[in-house]
Nanobody, 123 residues
Framework: QVHVVESGGGLVQPGGSLRLSCTAS????????MGWYRQVPGGERELVAT???????NYADSVKGRFTIPIDNSKNTMTLQMNSLRPEETAVYYC?????????????????WGQGTQVTVSS
């Protein structure tokens, strides 16, 4: 099995910063990409930012210039630096890991989700 765990969520004032961390462990041979998503009650889970194993990143338009995934993260670990946070960005933030595994001689890729970490932006 693959275990994905997020941490770093909490309460922050508008305009403040927060750093989230995601770690994947278990039956992982390699990781293709990792990403951050967020979801508000009653809403869809939306993409925030992603990074590939080659270090290529992409960000949602709403967070460009404010959120950053460092390219020097340790293997199987991803962080998200969030600056200038806004109240409307209050949500549960989830980590997703696209990982390669092997069953016999067959390789396959699957996506795994963490349990999420709550980020609350409020004064």
């Amino acid at each position: 099995q693959v275990h994905v765990v997020e941490s770093g969520g909490g309460l922050v004032q508008p305009g403040g910063s927060l750093r989230l961390s995601c770690t994947a462990s278990g039956a992982i041979f390699s990781i293709n990409s990792m990403g951050w998503y967020r979801q508000v009650p009653g809403g869809e889970r939306e993409l925030v930012a992603t990074i590939t194993s080659g270090g290529s990143t992409n960000y949602a338009d709403s967070v460009k210039g404010r959120f950053t995934i460092p390219i020097d993260n340790s293997k199987n670990t991803m962080t998200l630096q969030m600056n200038s946070l806004r109240p409307e960005e209050t949500a549960v933030y989830y980590c997703n890991v696209d990982a390669n595994s092997k069953s016999g001689s067959i390789w396959y890729a699957r996506r795994y989700w963490g349990q999420g970490t709550q980020v609350t932006v409020s004064s």
